[in-house]
Each structure stands twice: as structure tokens, then as C-alpha cells.
């Protein structure tokens, strides 16, 4: 997703933001977002889904509040700082909550072991960026 | 949207909050998804569109917040209280912000003036539901 | 959703579509969005969610076609007819996937009664604008 | 992205599909819904906003429309290829429409340029994946 980058520096408003921190969040939320998404049907494809209700149901919440988060901090113009702090948060929440569920069947289903380490890094990009905000 | 309610009450699991205030909620967050998609795009159709770009720009962060709060708060299992209220709250205070600014240009575009309308009465409902999470 | 109307309404750009056909497709599409994200989720809560896998991995693709499409048909501005063709057929087919495969579990599951009557009415809806696009 | 291809592999269901053309069309429709988002955006801070409306509009589209593409050929549980086959064509079709668009504001907005480059990249992964389905 090397391109997230480039329309930051083709964009025509400078923006206040480090650029690298607020990339890194673009990618991290998008990346998200299909593990989230994946793994979501994953867990439902597999013989003990019944196990996985709670964590079917968080990747479901955690991939689509990554979509809005990765598109509303990719957007420049006119940013209003108490949105976009308010959506990262949740963003950052939800990871978080979508990483801790997922590490708990890391052992049993590959797919969660992936998905959770994707959901750490879009957490930990959505800290940096609200730091940055 | 009358179905909203009937799916509430089809659910298998019971559910912890209010079920009048849950479904209004969910209502009013795809009425809003839909009433800022619409203003956005009346708005970039407007002559002085240039002078509508904070407008149009919030109206997509709202859109997009918006659709995502009404899916989660939609979900009845297994229900995660932290990540719910954080999505509701970043909801309520993208749908202030939106309708502070459709506001500000509701004498001239009725659009403005419906979407803001429908903007508080979704932060309405949001803050009703946050006050029974 | 009474709002959707009054949003094309008081939209600058007059629009080729006949009004009614084109509001009651908005409507349809976000109010199937809402049927199929809580029939998932429904199903999802049920004990016999691993005979309903089907269902809920159609209702999911349902659900996001649905919000998208009605994005799309509610935007007045500069409208393109091929594109809006291919997201209308696209929803009506998902839609009449996902009453077939509702309607399957609809003695057993109430949701899934109601679920299948949303996305008949929005299947419908899509096709009487496809006729008029 | 590197992750799309990893939750391939980890799925509990074999799939029919070549994995090397699946994951291909996942990276590049999530990848070009956020150059959309970006260049709706750079087009509204642009001066000459006004020249820019079909282009913010037709990438708003097909923003929405990868992403649920982008979701749907992820999800690898009871696929039904009928509706992901409408899917893939719409996305293909929007991304076939933005490129034009984009490609003619190439020459004075840069961000056009790279969002016309994938596009044309998310296109092509759509219609390889349209002759594997």
C-alpha cells in the first residue's frame, strides 16, 4: 500500500500531522480491516465456531470501525481534530479488544495468531497518531 | 424501518438495554449514514462549492461513523460494552460537529437544514443509549 | 426514513430518475443493510449456527452491498450510469441469494423470516430502478 | 498487506480459486479504496474544485465499491459465486470509470495520477479473478 504515502505528498493541503505517523495508521487501519475480516470467516468456517461467537463478533465491530478510521484519517481537508481523535480512539478500543480475543485461540487457529498481530500494530499506529493529533 | 425493532425482538439472545432505546438508535444512525451521504453530494453540486468544503468533508466522516455504529449496535451477541461505547460516543460527537456546520448554512440549503435536523436527532439517540450501556 | 426524499428534493441537480422509484431504492437498500447485519449476528447467537454458516457469510456480503449501493443511488451529482447499473444489479443479486437462502431458515428462525422479506422488497426495489436508469 | 495472503492460507476451507490471483484483487481493492478516498479528498481542497465534481463523485463510488469487493472475495466460508461474480464486475467496471476520469486531470493533479495508476491496477486484479471464478 505504498501509494497511502504518495497521496499524502500529492495532496494539496500541508496538513499538521507527521506525515510517517499518520501513513503508518492509513496502512495499519486498511490492513486491518481484512484481517478482521478474514478472520471473522475464518471462525465461522471452522468445526468449533461455536467457540468463536465472541470472536467472530469483535472482528466484525474491529474491521468496520478500521474502515471509517483508515478512511477519516486519510482525508486532509479540513480535518476537525475532535472527530478524528474521538474515531481513533474507538479504532484503537476496538483493536485492542479484537487482539486480546483473537491471542486466546492463537494457539489453536493460525488465523487468529495473524489476525491479533495485526490488530496490535493498527493499535499501536492509532496511539502514535493520537499522540501526534 | 420497521424491521429494526422486529430483528431486536427475533433476537435468540435476550439483550441488556432498553429495546425502544436500542432500535432508535439504530434507526437513527442509518437515517443519518443516509442524510449526510446526501447532503455531501448536494453540497459538491451547489455553485459555491468551494465554500462548502468543511461541510462536504464532515459529512463523509459522519456518513461513514455512522453506518458503522448502527451495524454494532445492531449486534446483540456477545456485546462488548467498552468497544459499544466508544463507537456511540465517537458517533454522537461526529453527528455535533455535523450538524454545527450544516447549520451554519441552513438558510441558504435546505439539504443542510434537513441533514441537520437528522444529525441531532441521531446524537439524540446516541447519548440516550450511552446513558444505558 | 422519510429524510430521503427530502434530501433529493432539495438537491441542486434536478435528476433524470423518477423520484419515488429512486427514494423507495434508497430506502430498501439501508433498511436491508440493517435486516442482514442483524440476521448474521442473530444467527450467529443461535445453537445451530453451524448449519447456518451459509447464511450468515451471504448476509454479510448483503449487508455491504446494500450500504454501498445506497450510497451510491443517493448521489445526484454527476451521475454515471454504467457504474450505478452494475451496483444495482450486483445488490438485486445478492439480495435474491440472500431471501433464497433466508427463506430456507425461515420456519425455524423468525430473523430469518423477516431478513428474507427486507432483501425481497429491496430486490424488488433495485429492479424497478434498473427499469428506469 | 502481506497479511491477505497469510489469511488464505490459514483458512480452515481449501477454496477453488488460485490464491495468487485472489490475494492480488484483495490488496488492490483495499488498496484503492483508500487512493479513492485520498483523491475524493485532494480534489476537494483542490482551487478548482468546481472542475472536479464528476471526479470527487465517481471516486466516492468507487471507494465504497472496494471495499465491499475487497470484503466479499475475502471471505472464503460457503461462497457463492454468482454473487461474487456481480461483485467483481461492478468493482472493475467503477475502477475502469475512476481511472478515465482520473486520467484526465493527470496531467495537473498529481494525486489524479497515482489514483489513476490504481485503479488501473485494481481493474486488472478484478478481471484476472473474473476468469478464475
Do not use: K, Y
Amino acid at each position: 500500500m505504498a501509494q497511502a504515502m504518495q497521496m499524502l505528498e500529492t495532496h494539496p493541503w500541508p496538513g499538521h500531522v507527521e506525515r510517517e505517523t499518520l501513513a503508518r495508521c492509513i496502512e495499519e487501519c486498511f490492513a486491518c480491516a481484512q484481517s478482521c475480516t478474514a478472520c471473522a470467516d475464518a471462525c465461522l468456517g471452522e468445526e468449533n465456531v461455536a467457540d468463536l461467537r465472541r470472536c467472530i463478533r469483535i472482528n466484525l465491530d474491529c474491521a468496520d470501525v478500521c474502515v471509517t478510521t483508515g478512511r477519516a484519517v486519510t482525508r486532509q481537508t479540513e480535518p476537525e481534530t475532535a472527530i478524528l481523535r474521538a474515531f481513533v480512539e474507538a479504532c484503537a478500543e476496538a483493536c485492542r479488544a479484537c487482539a486480546e480475543e483473537c491471542e486466546r485461540h492463537a494457539t489453536h487457529h493460525e488465523h487468529c495468531r495473524v489476525c491479533a498481530e495485526a490488530c496490535r500494530r493498527c493499535e499501536d499506529a492509532c496511539r502514535a497518531l493520537l499522540g501526534s493529533l
